[in-house]
């Protein structure tokens, strides 16, 4: 049974399996580059769409410091989930929207938002983090759908093409072809915000930030790091949208194991773009 939270089902949170892969940890413990951050004594730290808590987690472990630090996220089984993650660390979160947070103007050192803002109004949240960073704070974001660099080599986008073309061949031959055909007309362009990174870059200094610098992280992925992102239930109902998440899950798996048995090398690649910026 799921427990409950109020009135809300609360069911586990998905995306904690991604957090824990080794691969996943590095891209989050790179988030912040050395050199941005000093004198931590005091500082504030907020994590926007903060999910399992993973950026956090990376975060502190490298700066042991730092101790006014905010997560924030839209779903609340992720919020129940750091709750009882960071239990001991006295961080804070809570429920709530990137695009539009209760944080006060000028009022946060570093800002991070790791593989979300994809998910949101890219500019809003830009200038949402602007207005809530101190002068002189940093942003760093990170993200795998930055249009023209997620995927590294012409043969890494036609492996990730094979495994969503066969998982959709799966659910059609289970009779879910008509459900997917009318849900994903109805949600077109509801999903990923697809921009390009120089879009970003532009974003960026719209918004006011200075000493913008980006880095790209090329992941070699796994079987056990796909089958990670693809249990993910909001990848699962993304890719397959309008069939039970249940069934969505079993067929992308089904798809990556075939597309993974027919490869020598055992990875599929993927790049994460950091892009870090001053207020
Ligand atoms: C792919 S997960 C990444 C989680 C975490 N940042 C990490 O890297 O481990 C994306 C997260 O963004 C959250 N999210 C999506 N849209 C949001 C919004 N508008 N406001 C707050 N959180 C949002 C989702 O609930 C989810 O937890």
Redesign the pocket.
């Given at each position: 049974m799921p427990e409950t939270e109020g009135n809300l089902e609360v069911k586990d949170y998905s995306?904690e399996e991604?957090?824990a892969r080794p691969f996943y940890k590095g891209i989050?413990e790179k988030i912040l580059p050395d050199n941005l951050v000093k004198d931590l004594e005091g500082k504030v730290f907020v994590?926007?769409?903060?999910?399992?808590g993973?950026?956090i987690a990376a975060v502190m472990s490298r700066f042991s410091q730092l101790e006014n630090i905010f997560g924030?996220?839209?779903?609340p089984k992720?919020i129940k989930s750091c709750k009882e993650k960071f239990l001991e660390e006295g961080v804070h979160f809570l429920i709530?929207?990137?695009?539009k947070t209760p944080f006060a103007s000028n009022s946060a050192n570093i800002i991070t938002?790791?593989?979300?803002i994809h998910?949101?109004k890219i500019r809003n949240t830009l200038e949402e983090a602007y207005r809530v960073l101190k002068d002189g704070g940093v942003l760093a974001i990170s993200s795998a759908y930055i249009g023209d660099v997620m995927y590294p080599t012409e043969e890494s986008a036609k492996l990730w093409g094979g495994i969503a073309i066969e998982a959709f061949k799966l659910a059609v031959s289970e009779g879910y072809g008509d459900d997917l055909k009318r849900e994903r007309k109805n949600r077109k362009n509801k999903q990923i915000t697809q921009m390009g990174l120089e879009g970003y870059l532009e974003a960026l200094k719209d918004t006011g930030f200075q000493k913008i610098e980006y880095f790209i992280t090329v992941a070699k992925m796994s079987i056990d790091d796909m089958l990670a992102i693809l249990n993910?239930d909001?990848f699962a109902q993304g890719a397959l949208p309008g069939i039970p998440i249940s069934a969505a899950k079993r067929f992308l798996s089904e798809a990556a194991i075939k597309i993974y048995s027919s490869l020598d090398c055992g990875y599929i690649e993927r790049a994460w773009v950091t892009i870090t910026a001053q207020k």
């Open positions: 995306y991604m957090t989050l994590d926007l769409a903060t999910g399992a993973g950026a924030i996220d839209i779903d992720a709530g929207n990137i695009e938002c790791a593989n979300a998910l949101t993910y909001e």
